[in-house]
């Protein structure tokens, strides 16, 4: 996590939107929505990332995390509170701006990884919905 410096873009608005379930932060001139399961999976904390390269923990089965609520950490981050317990992600103001940014090749990625881990978002135990395959028009016999 960097430090505040001249440089650093610093939120105007945070929202939650709990119906939708997304984070919704505003830097003068953007605006964000990362989804409570994005956030998880991205958590910036120890226990996901690990201590070092090739240490993280691929994040699986967060499709249905809620965010609880949100505390601040001094004037340089926000600590998200997980229905699945997690607490331990601070997410600095250069990180959200970062996730942002980034989102979308960001979970690209991640979709990736899980497909070659053989992993789902679902969480264990929860059947992911059925896809319905879309067939072709009525065949005459």
């Given at each position: 996590m960097a430090g505040l410096d001249a440089s650093t873009r610093i939120p105007t608005e945070i929202k939650l939107h709990q119906k939708s379930r997304l984070l919704?932060?505003?830097?003068?001139?953007?605006s964000f929505q990362l989804s409570?399961?994005?956030l998880r999976v991205f958590t910036p904390?120890?226990?996901?990332?690990?201590?070092?390269?090739?240490?993280?923990?691929l994040q699986v089965g967060k499709?249905?995390?809620?965010i609880e609520r949100v505390e601040s950490v001094g004037n340089y981050?926000?600590?998200?509170?997980?229905?699945?317990?997690?607490?331990?992600?601070l997410y600095?103001?250069?990180?959200?701006?970062n996730l942002g940014r980034n989102r979308?090749?960001?979970?690209?990625?991640?979709?990736d990884r899980l497909q070659d881990a053989g992993a789902?978002?679902?969480?264990?135990?929860?059947?992911?919905?059925?896809?319905?395959?879309?067939?072709?028009g009525c065949r005459k016999s």
């Open positions: 919704e932060v505003r830097f003068d001139g953007e409570y399961e994005f904390s120890a226990e996901a990332r690990g201590h070092g390269p090739g240490q993280e923990v499709r249905d995390v809620d981050a926000i600590r998200p509170i997980f229905s699945d317990g997690h607490d331990s992600g600095s103001w250069d990180l959200l701006y979308d090749a960001l979970w690209q990625a991640y979709l789902s978002r679902d969480a264990q135990g929860q059947a992911a919905p059925l896809a319905v395959k879309a067939h072709g």
